[in-house]
């Protein structure tokens, strides 16, 4: 009897053992660009937009939001999926998921957890290998980066104002939670980003004073409407604040940013 | 006679390494030097230096294959590249002047001003797959080690030097092996060492008054410059923590209120604290005479501009973009007080730093491209180092 509690009880605090059979229905979501100027008739005009999100879930439409696996492969392992949009190319996250009902919105944490983002690029897996997001004079990653055409203007999302080695501490740790409002495809579930106003704001702070390079220092003119869990650029690139060009093109669902 | 105990020495180590039952240690550090500390996933060896020497040499370290690590870390120099700023393998000027790699083991952090960066492993990231700026501009890990793979030379040494591994060739090895060969570069063999070890005329008189001169509290140099390795960045294996002080030596004062240039704040860039603003590491000295030009950017051309600057105080630049009197900077170090020295004091001064050249390091084979060199040989100069030194009184406590 002793035994039989023991093992139950077992059965019921491991992860694995309480959930993993939940985990039954693939779910795949399309990322796209929305973009008339970085990704219109004139071809790409992006060098890199590549981002990190981690920890994601599926909201469904009732409210109930639970894990959604990731399945692992060279641009994912479980928790972390790196979006790289080369050739501004749609990407698709593939994972499985608990809920029941339709995915409403995905949420997840832009950037990483504190011991990937210092761990060790030279034993990394997945998409942590990938050198052009490691930021290796920040001692971490880049959560989020882009370029347009010659790095005219650059936007490196990460953890910055950091000190000390072991753990390592970050005054600014700029990871924040995302929700990208879903829609449901033939194939799946779609959303989308709108690297247009990243581009706006880059070209707005470069107007002023930047030089339109922003590299995650929150004094930093060029950084102004970028940094979360604020920054009015970065809150539009996922669609979370409409710009009056996004207003004017369809009613989206509502998005989220906000500080994690 | 000197050259006759080094020809002695040099036989016992050749004897030993050919022939003799003695195990030898496989590395060690000179006598007197304090042991290095060494990653617990890294342990020195004499199979990890020597892939190490040949990774380093290597052009296929560049994604163009145009230049190796070796291209801007020139040995005759210090293992510097005598250039205001680096060069990459694509053309991209670095901001930075190249940093010896003098002692580079004992450093509390590697390059300029950056406490995160504290292993050799970790570092060599920046050089090998950094964009910012673009250095051998690799572009993956995979793509280093597919093209090592096609070198049968190579695997050997990687499986000599990571026996217990099945699958050695990994990027995490090449990063260890790189480690390894740069711990190895230690000079303790200048005219000032050997006046430490007990030959006094190995220092001129001239440059014992500039010794004298260099540790008094007139000057201040020592502060940051101090110790064994001259150099206030030190970590070692006798250390409880390593000591990685960073300082603003009044170089710039632009006009926003202790301003250095846009394009380089030194610390302040990592820790985003005022306070750091142009705040650099103290590099080591030893060598400094074949590593000009000077300072974080390369913005002094000889030594004696340098002497000029910390007499002053500060640098004033009177012209252009970057005018100010850095002598007012207000996150200058207390120890840049500036001091007035004599003719004769300054050539003193200059020839004891002179006295730091170390003629062994910046010429011993056993450092060199080892395409150029024998490359059966395996490390017997470090045993040999290792005999020789212990002869020696201990630098560290002579210069503290």
Known sequence: MRVRSLALLLLASHPLGSCSALFDREVRVRVELSSEELCGDSGPQIERLALFLSTPALEATDGDSSRWRLRPGPTSTRDVVLLDFEGCEAVEIVGAWAGRGDPASLVATLGLPDDLNHSNPALAEGPLTDPAMHWSWQAGYKYLRFETLSSELLFHLGATGCRGLDPVDCKHPHRSEVSLALRSTPRGWSTQLFPDELLAALRASRRQLGDGHCQSTPSDADCTDLLPPDGRGLRRFFGSEASAAQASSEALPASRVGHR | ?400
Request: proline share 7%.
């Open chain 2, 1 to 400: 006679m000197r050259a006759l105990i080094t020809l002695a020495l040099c036989c016992v180590g050749c004897l030993c390494c050919t022939g003799c039952g003695a195990p030898q240690e496989p590395w060690q550090v000179p006598a007197g030097f304090p042991a290095l500390r060494v990653p617990a996933d890294n342990p020195m060896s004499a199979a990890t230096i020597e892939l190490g020497r040949h990774l380093f040499y290597d052009e296929e370290l560049s994604a163009n294959r145009t230049q190796s690590c070796a291209s801007c870390h020139i040995q005759a120099l210090a293992f510097t590249d005598g250039r205001t700023h680096g060069v990459g393998s694509t053309g991209e000027r670095h901001r930075r002047n190249t940093s010896t790699l003098t002692n580079v083991g004992y450093a509390a952090s590697l390059t300029w001003a950056n406490p995160l960066i504290t292993t050799l492993e970790q570092q060599a990231h920046l050089p090998l797959f950094g964009d910012e700026p673009f250095e051998l501009a690799l572009e993956s890990p995979q793509q280093l080690v597919e093209r090592l793979a096609a070198r049968p030379e190579l695997i050997d040494l990687f499986e000599r030097a990571f026996p217990d591994e099945a699958d050695p060739l990994t990027i995490f090895n090449v990063t260890r092996a790189l480690a390894a060969f740069q711990r190895s570069l230690i000079s303790a063999d200048s005219p000032y060492d050997r006046y430490l070890a007990g030959e006094p005329s190995a220092l001129s008189t001239s440059q014992q008054r500039g010794l004298r001169l260099f540790q008094s509290e007139r000057l201040e140099c020592f502060h940051c410059h101090g110790g064994f390795n001259f150099s206030d960045s030190l970590d070692h294996s006798g250390m409880p923590t390593a000591h990685s002080p960073f300082h603003n030596t009044g170089l710039y004062d632009l006009t926003d209120g202790g301003g250095y240039p846009q394009r380089d704040r030194g610390l302040f860039e990592i820790t985003l604290d005022e306070r750091d603003r142009g705040a650099f590491k103290a590099p080591t000295l030893r060598n400094v005479e074949v590593t000009a030009p000077y300072m974080h950017d390369g913005s002094m051309a000889t030594l004696d501009e340098v002497l000029d600057h910390y007499e002053q105080g500060g640098r004033r630049i009177d012209d252009g973009p970057y005018a100010g009197d850095g002598s007012g900077n207000p996150h200058k170090s207390d120890f840049v007080s500036g001091f007035v020295l004599t003719e004769q004091e300054r050539e003193d001064l200059l020839a004891f730093l002179r006295g730091l050249t170390d003629t062994t390091f910046l010429t011993n084979p056993q450092l060199s491209d080892p395409q150029l060199s024998d490359p059966q040989s395996f490390d017997p100069r470090l045993s040999e180092r290792g005999t020789s030194d212990s002869r020696r009184s201990t630098p560290e406590k002579a210069s503290s």
